[in-house]
């Protein structure tokens, strides 16, 4: 089992930068797709973005592509969502997951795909 541990949430102006940060702990060598998924109020949870362990390899949702980049520190354990030019819109409970599993691209957005979920923290944008 892998625990998750997300941080770096907050309150942002439009257009302002925030970096999410994912703490993997427990059997993480067990882990080779993490993913970024998010929830605004009302909405049902969202793919966001993932990554390949191994090969590092990237996708993004097309809402996010060219403002939010994933990225992971492997000896840390960490995986990372900068975030820049934020909206009102990506205002959401942001999750971190990790898959088993190397997951194809048409299941990187599944949430069903993923093994483990960390519990949440909140982007709040501004306008």
């Known amino acids: 089992q892998v625990q998750l541990v997300e941080s770096g949430g907050g309150l942002v102006q439009a257009g302002g930068s925030l970096r999410l940060s994912c703490a993997a702990s427990g059997r993480t060598s067990s882990s080779n797709t993490m993913g970024w998924f998010r929830q605004g109020p009302g909405k049902e949870r969202e793919f966001v973005a993932a990554i390949r362990l191994s090969a590092g390899r990237t996708y993004y949702a097309d809402s996010v592509k060219g403002r939010f980049t994933i990225s992971r520190d492997n000896d840390k354990n960490t995986v990372y969502l900068q975030m820049n030019n934020l909206k009102p819109e990506d205002t959401a409970v942001y999750y971190c997951?990790?898959?088993?599993?190397?997951?194809?691209?048409?299941?990187?957005?599944?949430?069903?795909?993923?093994?483990?979920w960390g519990q949440g923290t909140q982007v709040t944008v501004s306008s």
């Open positions: 997951a990790a898959a088993k599993a190397v997951l194809l691209l048409h299941r990187l957005r599944a949430t069903s795909e993923y093994d483990s």
